[in-house]
C-alpha cells in the first residue's frame, strides 16, 4: 500500500520467511521464501535542512547515525542521487511491526519502504530490478555478503524460488499452508551466523558441503511438495531442515527445544528460520485450529511472541 501527496509519501513492506534453504542459499543452492504478514510503514516528507530520522532505535540528524545503521544511510544517499535530489530537506519516519533481527527481514523490509517513499516521493517509476539493487546496498552492510533472498521474498507478493543469481520464480502454492512462528526474543545476528559457517566450510569442508548438498536436495523436493499440495512431504522436510542446520552450527538449544515443542504439538513440520543463533522457528499445522493448537503450546513455554496465520487469508493471529 502507498499513500503519495507532494509532500508526503507512505509506503509499506512486509517482512519474510525461509521456508527452506537459509544458509545453503548463501553457496548457491536454491532455497523457498514467502512475505510473512508483519509490516513496516514508512512514512517521507519534505522539510527544510539535513534528513531527519525517527524510528524506535535511532531517532535524529542522519549524519549521527550509529554505524549499525550505515547501510541504511548509504542506500537513501543513493536512492536520492537516482531521483537528481540532494541528500537533505526530508524527514523519514519508520513505523515497524517486525521484531528487529529474529530472521524475519526487517532491515531489508524497511530499507524496501524507505526506497519506495522515495522514489514515490518524487514521481519517478521503480522497477523491481531497482529496488533490489538499491535495497542491496544496505543489505551488503547489514549482512557481509546477503544471498539476496531476503529483498527477494520481501518485494514479491508470491512465494519464491530463489536461487542466487538466477531468475526469482514466483510459486503458485496448491494449497493453503497454515504456519506458525515463534520468537525466541533473542537476536539472531545473521552477520555471524553467515561467517560461522564460512569458517566451518574452511576447516569442516566434506562435512559442511554434505550439508549444503542435503539442503539443496530438501529445496527441491519442497517445490514439488508444494506445487503437489503434500503438506505432508512438506513438513517432514521441514523438520530434515532443521537437522541439517543443527550440523551447520546455526541452530541453538531454545531453537531446537522449540521444534521438539511444535513436533510434541503435532506439528507435521518445523524448523529455525532466517539466520538462526536466536530469532524465530517456524512450524506447519494441519489446519488453522491446528496452527492455534501450536502456537498455544509454543506462547506457554515462555517464548516472546507467536504468531499464526494461513496463506490463503491475510489475517495474521497473534497470541501475545
Ligand atoms: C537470512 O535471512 C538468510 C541467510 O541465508 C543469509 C542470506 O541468504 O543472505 C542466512
Not at 36 to 50: D, E, H, M, N, S
Not at 199 to 206: G, L
Not at 233 to 245: A, D, I, K, V
Request: hydrophobic share 40%; net charge negative; proline share 3%.
Amino acid at each position: 500500500m502507498s499513500t503519495v501527496s507532494t509532500r508526503t509519501a507512505i509506503c509499506e513492506s512486509h517482512s519474510k520467511l525461509i521456508l527452506v534453504g537459509e544458509h545453503a542459499v548463501v553457496y548457491g543452492k536454491p532455497a523457498i521464501a514467502m512475505p510473512f504478514p508483519l509490516k513496516v510503514r514508512v512514512t517521507i516528507q519534505k522539510a527544510v535542512g539535513p534528513i531527519m530520522f525517527e524510528s524506535s532505535i535511532y531517532t535524529g540528524p542522519i549524519d549521527s547515525m550509529t554505524v549499525k545503521m550505515k547501510g541504511i544511510k548509504a542506500c537513501i544517499e543513493e536512492s536520492l542521487r537516482c531521483v537528481d535530489q540532494p541528500f537533505a530537506n526530508l524527514r523519514i519516519r519508520i513505523d515497524s511491526a517486525i521484531p528487529l533481527g529474529r530472521g524475519l527481514g526487517s532491515s531489508a523490509a524497511i530499507a524496501i519502504a524507505i526506497v519506495r517513499s522515495i522514489f514515490s516521493l518524487f514521481q519517478q517509476g521503480l522497477s523491481e530490478e531497482h529496488l533490489f539493487s538499491l535495497v542491496q546496498i544496505a543489505e551488503t552492510y547489514a549482512h557481509g555478503k546477503p544471498s539476496g533472498i531476503d529483498t527477494a521474498a520481501e518485494i514479491s507478493e508470491y512465494p519464491i524460488w530463489f536461487q542466487k543469481g538466477k531468475e526469482i520464480v514466483p510459486l503458485v502454492i496448491g494449497i493453503p499452508l497454515y504456519i506458525v512462528v515463534a520468537d525466541t526474543g533473542r537476536n539472531g545476528d545473521t552477520h555471524t551466523a553467515v561467517d560461522n559457517v564460512r569458517k566451518m566450510y574452511v576447516s569442516e569442508t566434506e562435512k559442511v558441503q554434505n550439508s549444503l548438498d542435503e539442503i539443496g536436495t530438501i529445496g527441491e523436493l519442497a517445490r514439488e511438495a508444494l506445487l503437489k499440495g503434500d503438506v505432508y512431504l512438506l513438513g517432514n522436510l521441514l523438520y530434515r531442515n532443521h537437522e541439517e542446520l543443527k550440523i551447520l552450527g546455526v541452530s541453538d538449544g531454545e531453537l531446537n527445544n522449540l521444534v521438539e515443542i511444535a513436533r510434541n504439538a503435532g506439528a507435521l513440520g518445523a524448523k529455525l528460520t532466517g539466520g538462526g543463533l536466536g530469532g524465530c522457528i517456524l512450524a506447519l499445522g494441519e489446519s488453522l485450529e491446528h496452527a492455534e493448537v501450536i502456537a498455544t503450546q509454543l506462547m506457554d513455554s515462555g517464548v516472546s511472541n507467536v504468531w499464526y496465520f494461513s496463506t490463503e487469508e491475510n489475517i495474521l493471529y497473534s497470541l501475545k
